[in-house]
């Protein structure tokens, strides 16, 4: 047998135009008496994907002011499930980095046509204020008809429920995408003992008729591209989105 059959070269790409990129992350929220935020991974890992990349990246919530990982998600929690989460503790030590999520600016500070991308995280808080957020909800649909990307993590993906185009159509309409499945909640669900949260991403999605939604099995990698939209299913699938959103900003 020839040995040679067995070697696997591999060279990815290593430069990429230069890009700008706006990560955002939800306040924090009480749910059920506690306060939650965002969930570390799904804006940890595409930071660091996009700092890798050579992008440049800037940090953000709606309102302004200090946000907080979910505790669930919080790699330094020792009763978490992510304490092998080295890139989000790399982040919160990082000497620039970690100041961030200290006092965070508004979006109102933000200029969309500065940018090339935008992506939001997921985590406990979206559900709860992104709901009513029509700002941010413009900000989101301004982002899209400008010719940008729109990259929505887990229930970060929440903002296609309400996100209005200018002309008044849903910004999810005749788009497929994917966001925290039903499967996933329940799974929470009994983790809790409780309904943890009052409406689901999957089931209120299905109620549109002009949509397509799609998941894979419970805490399955998936994401998926349609056009310049790219949503992504759980924190295991955000490599996933920011590796799109890079393949999109290198095209």
């Known amino acids: 047998m020839n040995e040679q059959n067995n070697v696997i070269r591999k060279q990815p790409k290593h ?24 969930f570390a991974e799904e804006m940890t890992r595409p930071f660091f994907d996009f700092i890798n990349a050579g ?7 709606p309102w302004g002011g200090e946000v907080i990982f979910d505790g669930h998600s919080d790699p330094e929690n020792p ?28 979006i109102d500070e933000f200029n969309v046509n500065d940018y090339d991308a935008i992506c939001v995280a997921g985590g406990g808080a979206p559900l709860i204020n992104f709901k009513d957020d029509e700002k941010l909800h413009k900000f989101i649909a301004d982002f899209y008809e400008a010719g940008k990307i729109v990259c929505l993590i ?3 993906t929440s903002l296609l429920l309400w996100t209005k ?40 999605a299905r109620k549109n008729p002009n949509t397509n939604f799609e998941v894979a099995g ?5 994401a998926i591209r349609d056009g310049r939209l790219i949503t992504a299913q759980q924190q295991h699938s955000s490599f996933l989105a920011s590796q799109l959103v890079i393949e999109a900003l290198s095209e």
């Open 15 to 38: 430069t990429f135009p230069k890009k700008k990129v706006l990560c955002l992350v939800s306040n924090p929220a009480i749910l059920h008496g506690m306060k939650v935020g965002f």
């Open 55 to 61: 992008f440049d990246v800037e940090f953000c919530s």
């Open 79 to 106: 009763n978490g499930a992510y304490q092998n989460d080295l890139i989000s503790i790399g982040f919160v030590h990082h000497k620039d980095y970690g100041k961030l999520m200290k006092d965070t600016p508004s």
């Open 154 to 156: 887990c229930h970060g």
């Open 165 to 204: 185009l200018s002309d008044g159509t849903l910004l999810a309409d005749g788009k497929t995408w994917t966001g925290f499945a039903d499967s996933e909640e329940n799974m929470i669900n009994e983790m809790f003992g409780m309904t943890v949260n009052d409406y689901t991403i999957e089931t209120e």
């Open 218 to 222: 419970p805490l399955e990698p998936f």
